[in-house]
């Protein structure tokens, strides 16, 4: 959820393999699931092994994350110290592509904590048993509404809120409001946005029409957009960086799906510096995305990964993600950089769908935007 390109193509092509039954994974849209937990629920570890066992000390955890992650070089040095306990990120690609191949070694893990799985998939990797649920004491310093997972599967640590983007010079006193606007001619051939089937941002949009206009609705709109020049890219560095120009004047375009926080990495890497974004956000727009960390089922390390799971809700860890990661911690106790304070677009009333709806109709809905945009 940090503004990057996120795929999510091969996630969907890997994980229909994975499920017995792709129909119970992908009812009617609409329909939620019955259910986002596993068939067999693990043990739980304790709240208090994460602050009381001596042998998490001097272990190595692996902590594996999206091609987003971005921490200081220091955060994790300020963990060990503390804990005598060492953390090896592990890489890997998009938040889909991870979820997938997590699932494929479900119960014989390459690393001992996820970090990166976000609403879009957190239901089919927790119906794919791929967590073992602890709660963190932390957590009474999280507002329950990010907490989507009541089994504790999985832990919330950020949030984010995917939302139309507009070039303020484009548009002056009379800038895009409303997802309504963007099919009225004023705006024809104005907006670009990336491919749900290969971009997480590019699912959020249409997750947020979805959720906006409803199962009987969201087909029309995208056929109104379609009809007045919609321009759809593969990711976000395609449409943001490439078809939008990072909102600078004479780009291809002057509306793209992007984040809240854009406007602060426009201050925080304009060249040359300046103190307003060139860039507005439309916060009617706005689909949110909670990014959670798991303790993965079969780690050798639960001990260690529950202090792991423990320090992402700490104080060091959620203060370092506003300008590493271009999105929101979640816990109270969190302090926003001033910069990031000042240019922050607060979205007060997000679009939402639940994990469960979205594992509903996720694959059928991407589905039939395809038919209707594309082909």
Known sequence: ???????????????AGCTSDPEAAAPTPGEAVASCAPDQMP???????????????????????TDSFAVSDATFAGFTKETGITVEVVPSDDAGTMVSQAILTAGQPVADVLYGIDTTFLCRGTRAG??????????????????????????????????????????????????????DPAYR??????????????????????????????????????ANGVKVDPGWTEAYEGSFGSGADGADRSIVTSYATSPVADVVYADPPRDDPAIGVVADS????????????????????????DFLLSPTFQDDIPLNMFVEPVSDRATLPAVFEANRTPIDHPLTLTPAEIEAGRDRWTERWTEIVVR
């Open 189 to 226: 051939d104005a907006f670009v946005t990336e491919d749900p089937e290969s971009s997480s941002p590019g699912l959020a949009f249409l997750l947020a029409t979805v959720a906006a206009y409803g199962p009987d609705r969201w087909e029309d709109y995208w056929k109104d957009l379609r």
């Open 286 to 309: 706005c689909f949110r995305q909670v990014e959670f960390a798991g303790i993965l089922r079969g780690t050798e390390h639960p001990d260690a990964a529950a202090r792991l799971i």
């Open 43 to 65: 043990e739980p570890i304790p709240a208090t092994t994460s602050t009381t066992a001596d042998d998490a000390a001097a272990t190595t955890v692996r902590l594996l994350v």
């Open 130 to 183: 791929l967590f073992v649920p602890y709660e963190s004491p932390a957590l009474t310093e999280v507002p329950a509404e990010y907490q989507l997972d009541p089994d504790h599967l999985a832990t919330p640590v950020d949030v984010g809120d995917v939302c139309l983007n507009y070039r303020k010079d484009a548009f002056g006193d009379d800038p895009p409001t409303t997802l309504d606007d963007l099919k």
């Open 1 to 15: 959820m940090a503004i990057v390109f996120v795929a999510v193509a091969v996630a969907a092509a890997a994980l």
